[in-house]
């Protein structure tokens, strides 16, 4: 079922929607109550031609108008290294997720996406920003906790004009990914249109850990997850 | 006088470099005790290719090596407008700092540009980050405050991995413009190599903000500023 999106009368919001399960799921929640507007950046990470598929079919599933896109690019994670999501000599961490910092970790990565978002939201005068940051069950992110959030809103209200209210809101942050997957199952989020592998751009791996979140996800959920897998990572019998 | 810089006994430091005066004298102090890396961020504004220029002579200046050089652009300022810095349709404001919020002021950018550095940093390990943030003297900008870098330090904190210690440095935010210019000539700063001018690429139009602002600067201090204007905003008498 499709739900037409931009009515007038609705507060307008930006969702960062990088094109994976957290960002739609997230997106379905902005949308029951806001005018969406969507922002999607471009940081030269291996699977971002698949990631922007992934966004442009899902902002088409909700009747974004192209005037409340913003599609950014950014060349400096590449050039600077440390993550295996942006550097193709280093193998990307394998399996579930493990209480060490995975090498997938893209340093401050959060900041600057959330800086443009705020960049945007005082031009369009949004004045909601959500972001699908999972605490729970993710893989020790740093700036996937509620206590950095906490301080990124700080710095929004002293960091922007004074006749700017911009708040960041992090709908699934306490939510265990299959909590996540049964939420965007009900609010009829177009979870086959998304993309969690970190590692392939046609097939999905299977084993990498976001695979492998995804696959854990949907099982514990009781769903099926309809894209197409080239193996899976069964959980140890 | 030239300095030899990069002498491996002293700590890494990254520095915000525009190309600007500010940013050039911070640049003089933290060499004094560090072993510099340069940032220089490109995001269209229309002095951009003047303030490169700038940048790549200052550089050249602290023999500061292309390994320790990260040039990077950001499309979206452009993309997004709202600053007469980014879009040329507006025109710039001119004059003394009012004190209401100059159109020149470019939405949350600072916040981007740190998170650029602070990135970084996390990769090569440097532990201080200085930015030539001037609050006395300044047009309003509200992340230009001493107060905005006091929590961009907490977000630091707690959006990095915990083995890494970053801190960003503000040492000219409470400085009046002329001390600036007097602390740059005292440590042999090349101020002439700088660039202000928010509206010109040839000569400094010598009636922007930052224009006007400099010029102020050089005379309190009772230095000559040796770089060429088209004309030049005097006192009203």
Redesign the interface.
Known sequence: MRTKTQTPEKKRAIVLLSGGLDSCVTLAVANKEHNVALLHVQYSQRTQPRESMAFHNIANYYHVPEDKI?I??????K????SSLTDTKLPIDKGEAETT?PNT????????LL??A???A???KAETIFIGAVEQDSPNY??C?Q??YD??N???D?????STQIKVVTPLIGMKKFEIVKMGIELNAPLPLTWSCYENNDLACGRCQSCTLRLRAFEDAGYVDKIHYLEKNRRPS
Chains 1, 2 share one sequence.
């Open positions: 913003l950014t690019g950014l060349d400096h994670f050039k600077i290294g440390g910092m970790y893209v340093p401050f990565r959060n900041t600057l800086a443009i705020v960049s945007w005082e031009v369009i740093p700036d906790r206590e950095y301080v990124f700080q710095l929004v002293v960091g922007t004009m004074p």
